[in-house]
């Protein structure tokens, strides 16, 4: 699927209805397992469509909004306040293609504190707590994702990364936390790498998927 057809979906949907009503993958009260906020309690809500095409992505069900069913923000906000979280992630897909101000408004309205992750490649529209910025190769970022950035997470599947990781590591706050976080699929090649770099270069930590290990979504 092209990176033609997910825009020509998302531009589809009324930019009304996108405000009221969202196209999500999946949402689940778990732990999240990487970055900043590891072994946190947290809401995730997937919200579908990405045009950014990882070669790794390992939500590649994600990409294709129009597969998945749009979902009410009020919806939403009941699916959290039943199992009485109080943190929310939202996740994608790429969640900034969509204006989420409308979401991230009902849900400050519930005292939920919010975090995004994202590739940066799509202003933000809504208000969130904490931005955790992945960059990718594939899609550029706007400049802005810079300064909103309370995390920078890149993460290494090719030793190229990490003279790539610094270059982005220049241009976020000097607040922002640096994290390093190998390609699942290629841990075992990395992680030494990412080991022993970060003992170089302090100013980084390591995240890894803990929820994978833990065996939950
Ligand atoms: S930005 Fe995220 S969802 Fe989109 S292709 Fe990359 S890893 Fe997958």
């Known amino acids: 699927m092209g990176a033609f057809f997910v825009i020509f979906v998302v531009m589809a949907m009324s930019k009304e209805r ?4 969202l196209p999500i993958m999946e949402f689940f009260y778990t732990i999240q397992g990487e970055g900043y906020h590891s072994g946190r309690a947290a ?7 990405c045009d950014v095409g990882c070669a790794w992505c390992d939500v590649k069900e994600s990409w294709d909004a129009g597969a998945h069913e749009l ?4 919806y939403l906000i009941e699916q959290v306040k039943n199992v009485n979280a109080s943190f929310c992630v939202i996740t994608g897909g790429e969640p900034c293609m969509y ?4 979401l991230t408004a009902a849900l ?4 939920i504190e919010l975090a995004i992750e994202t590739s940066g490649c799509y202003e933000l529209k809504g208000k969130i707590d904490w931005y955790c910025f992945s ?5 550029k970022p706007v400049e802005n994702a810079y300064s909103l950035a309370d995390e920078l997470k890149v993460i290494i599947s090719h ?6 990781a610094e270059s982005h590591a220049k241009k976020v706050n000097s607040t922002c936390k640096l994290y390093l976080q190998t390609e699942w699929s290629k841990q075992e090649r990395f992680l030494p790498l990412i080991i022993e ?7 980084w930590k390591i995240s890894t998927q803990t929820h994978k290990h833990m065996n939950i979504p």
Not at 108 to 111: M, P, Q, R, T, V
């Open 18 to 21: 996108l405000k009221e009503e």
């Open 43 to 49: 809401f995730f809500i997937r919200i579908a469509g």
């Open 71 to 74: 979902k009410s923000i009020s």
């Open 99 to 102: 204006d989420l101000s409308t």
């Open 108 to 111: 400050k309205n519930e005292n």
């Open 135 to 139: 960059p990718k190769k594939f899609k």
């Open 159 to 164: 030793p190229s990364d990490f003279e790539w």
């Open 197 to 203: 770099y970060v003992k170089n270069n302090p100013k």
